[in-house]
């Protein structure tokens, strides 16, 4: 069973970085990292394809936050810069295969959670 595993999380100060990393086993997947703050829906924060060519980012992160992926270590990170109050959620990643019939298999991680805060 694929199973993303999350790290990197932690507390850091307003203005602060951040580099999570989620490392999964197998090919040919698509990654996404998303948030969830408490009390409020989980988004999408970036994504990344299983090139790596196509990358998408949320408007609100998009000027502070890359997204790249290590081929050989299958291993896909999100580096947040400026970080605000605001960003405050568990981080989730998620791990995509999609088959040549078309169904998809969603994987995800447990989550690593980022404070910011002075």
């Known amino acids: 069973q694929l199973q993303p595993v999350e790290s990197g999380g932690g507390l850091v100060q307003p203005g602060g970085s951040l580099k999570l990393s989620c490392v999964a086993s197998?090919?040919?997947?698509?990654f996404g990292w998303f948030r969830q703050a408490p009390g409020k829906e989980r988004e999408e924060v970036a994504c990344?394809?299983?090139?790596?060519?196509?990358?998408s980012f949320l408007d609100s992160v998009k000027d502070r936050v890359t997204i790249s992926r290590d081929g050989a270590t299958n291993t896909v990170h999100l580096e947040m810069n400026s970080l605000k109050p605001e960003d405050t959620a568990l981080y989730s990643c998620?791990?995509?295969?999609?088959?040549?019939?078309?169904?998809?298999?969603?994987?995800w991680g447990q989550g690593t959670q980022v404070t910011v805060s002075s």
């Open positions: 998620n791990a995509r295969r999609r088959w040549p019939n078309g169904r998809v298999n969603d994987y």
């Open positions: 197998g090919s040919s997947l698509a």
């Open positions: 990344t394809s299983r090139s790596g060519a196509v990358k």
